[in-house]
C-alpha cells in the first residue's frame, strides 16, 4: 500500500465546475505541499499547510492531521487549471513523499 | 529572484556515457533536494542536503548514482555509467530548511539514455 493516496487518478470537468482532489496518507507529518504540474512543465507549490485552512485565489486547501487527510478545491475551474495535481506530504522537517497526481482536465 | 536554476535542460546520450545534472539553488536557501520523476513510479527523492552536507541519500538508486554539493550555490547528479531505465526528468529542489518552508523547484532536466 502506498504512503500517499490520491483520489481520483483522473477528472475531466467543465469549466465552471468545482472541484475536489482528496489526499490521505499513512505516514506522520510535519506538513503537507500541494503540487501543481503543468504537461510538459516545470513543478510549483500551491501551498504548504500543517494545520486547518488556505486560500489563495480560486484554490482552497484544507487538512485534518487526526485523520490523515487533505483535500484540495477548486472553485469556478478555468480550462488553464488543467494540470497535474501532487498531493507530498512532508516527513520531519525536509523529506517529501509524493501522491501519484491527480490528472485534471476542465473543458471549456 | 532567479529561482532554481537546472542545466541541461534536455540531455540526449547513449548508454554507457557519464552525465552530469547541475542545479544552483536560490540564494539564501540551505536545503537542496534531487528528485526523479518517471512515469511508472512518479516523483521520487533521491537524496537532499543541509548546508551541503548529505542527509538523506537512501533514494539513491544505486552506485551509478552520485551527488555532490561543493558548496552552497552549486550541486551535480552524475550517473556514471548511465543505461537506459536512467531517462527521466530530474528534478532539483531548494527551501529554507525549516519545516515552515516551502520547496521551490527547478524546471527540470529531461534525461534520455539511448
Known amino acids: 500500500k502506498n504512503e500517499v493516496e490520491q483520489s481520483p487518478q483522473n477528472l475531466t470537468a467543465q469549466e465552471g465546475e468545482f472541484i475536489t482532489i482528496n489526499c490521505s496518507y499513512s505516514v506522520g507529518i510535519s506538513a503537507l505541499h500541494w503540487l501543481q504540474q503543468h504537461p510538459g512543465g516545470g513543478i510549483v507549490s500551491l501551498f504548504m499547510?500543517?494545520?486547518g485552512k488556505k486560500k489563495h485565489g480560486r484554490l482552497i486547501a484544507t487538512i485534518n492531521i487526526q485523520e490523515k487527510h487533505s483535500s484540495l478545491h477548486i472553485t469556478a475551474s478555468h480550462p488553464r487549471d488543467s494540470a497535474v495535481y501532487i498531493c507530498?506530504?512532508?516527513?520531519?522537517?525536509?523529506?517529501?513523499?509524493f501522491g501519484q497526481g491527480t490528472r485534471l482536465t476542465i473543458n471549456p | 529572484d532567479a529561482g532554481v536554476i537546472q542545466s541541461p535542460r534536455h540531455e540526449v546520450t547513449e548508454m554507457g556515457q557519464e552525465v552530469t545534472l547541475r542545479c544552483k539553488p536560490i540564494s539564501g536557501h540551505n536545503s537542496l533536494f534531487w528528485y526523479r520523476q518517471t512515469m511508472m513510479r512518479g516523483l521520487e527523492l533521491l537524496i537532499y542536503?543541509?548546508?551541503?552536507?548529505?542527509?538523506?541519500d537512501s533514494g539513491m538508486p544505486e552506485d551509478r548514482f552520485s551527488a555532490k554539493m561543493p558548496n552552497a550555490s552549486f550541486s551535480t547528479l552524475k550517473i556514471q555509467p548511465s543505461e537506459p531505465r536512467d531517462s527521466a526528468v530530474y528534478f532539483c529542489a531548494s527551501g529554507g530548511g525549516s519545516s515552515n518552508q516551502p520547496q521551490h523547484f527547478g524546471d527540470g532536466t529531461r534525461l534520455s539514455i539511448l
Open positions: 542536503f543541509n548546508n551541503n552536507v548529505p542527509i538523506d
Open positions: 499547510l500543517s494545520s
Open positions: 507530498a506530504p512532508k516527513q520531519g522537517a525536509q523529506k517529501l513523499v
